[in-house]
């Protein structure tokens, strides 16, 4: 098993760096402001719900890493990930607009104090075990909130129901023309779970706290 991992973790460095070289243009903040008309519709407003693939409620994108924003748009203009509509936001993108994007994000309504680094709120011995056998924390950082790479996301207190979509179309690759993320680490990761223990992982990580949040839009408040 520790074999497995370490294999998997050095894909997912090598995976990473390529992300890294690949998103070398350099994102404008202000530039980014004027780029969310097709981002606010969902993502702006709170509890908002897609029925795609499930219904769920869209993840929360103010306060991500804006590597991983610009790593995800990226693998839905590729095709890597499975989703009409994000692929079609994704596709009208230019590699500036990516990264100006990224960059108004990650900053967007960011404030408050430092997280701790290990989660205040303690997970249940099934639940332990089960992100030990993860490793979890070796990607996403103290408190599943630093990644230990630009790329990879922060998922403290991201929504549970996304979350276990999230964690479950890495293992639906390959079987529905419209679902499925092509992620070898996080294939490998998240196939050695039940459905049922996807969720219970997903349930405790969304309740960790973040720096994750919606922040609505005035035209949507």
């Not at 979509?165 to 639906?172: G, P």
């Amino acid at each position: 098993m520790n074999k497995t991992l370490t294999t998997l973790f050095a894909l997912a460095v090598a995976s990473a760096t390529a992300a890294t070289h690949a998103q070398e243009i350099k994102g404008d903040v202000k530039a980014g402001e004027q780029k969310t008309a097709m981002c606010i519709g969902c993502h702006g407003i709170a509890g908002y719900q897609s029925s795609f693939p499930e219904v769920h409620k869209v993840p929360m994108i103010s306060g991500q890493s804006a590597g991983y924003i610009a790593s995800a748009l990226q693998a839905y203009q590729k095709g890597d990930r499975k989703h009409p509509t994000m692929r079609g936001v994704a596709i009208s993108l230019s590699e500036q607009d990516i990264a100006d994007l990224s960059a108004y994000y990650a900053q967007h309504g960011k404030a408050g104090a430092a997280l701790p680094a290990t989660p205040q709120r303690a997970p249940a011995a099934p639940v332990a075990e089960l992100l030990k056998k993860g490793a979890c924390v070796s990607c996403h950082g103290d408190n599943f909130a630093k990644p230990i790479d630009p790329s990879y996301p922060k998922i403290a207190g991201q929504h549970a129901d996304y979350l276990f979509v999230a964690l479950k179309s890495y293992k639906e690759t390959g079987k529905n023309a419209y679902v499925g993320r092509s992620n070898g680490v996080m294939a490998g990761i998240a196939g050695q779970f039940t459905n049922a223990e996807l969720k219970a992982l997903s349930q405790y990580i969304g309740k960790v706290d973040g720096e994750l949040q919606v922040v609505p839009q005035p035209r949507f408040r």
